[in-house]
């Protein structure tokens, strides 16, 4: 029996799109930080699984909150099927109301 393996990772981002004179596109602010862990079983399978919260505001619009839980297996799924699965829940929610003026 091969030895075990489990990691930890974390993400954390930050992104600013802002939009010069190009009223069909919307400023954009949006962070988001997240927690994964891989846990080995044996040399021909792994377990993963992960929780992300992210955060988007435009500036036209309403903000939003993502939040997003996975887990799933890889490597040998099956005797003669190697591959990924992976299922997911995917949570958003509006946090506050659009915004009617830019700061003057």
Do not use: C, H
């Amino acid at each position: 029996m091969s030895p075990t393996v489990t990691s930890l990772t974390s993400i954390l981002g930050y992104s600013l799109k802002d939009y010069i004179n190009t009223p069909g596109l919307a400023n954009l602010a949006s962070y988001n930080a997240g927690l994964n862990l891989a846990y080995t079983i044996n040399s021909a399978r792994d377990l993963f699984m992960g929780y992300n919260f992210g955060s988007n505001k435009p500036r036209a619009t309403a903000a939003s909150t993502i939040t997003r839980f996975n887990v799933g297996v890889e490597g040998k799924i099956l005797p003669k099927l190697n591959g990924t699965v992976s299922i997911a829940m995917n949570w958003k929610f509006r946090t506050d109301q659009p915004t009617t003026a830019l700061a003057q």
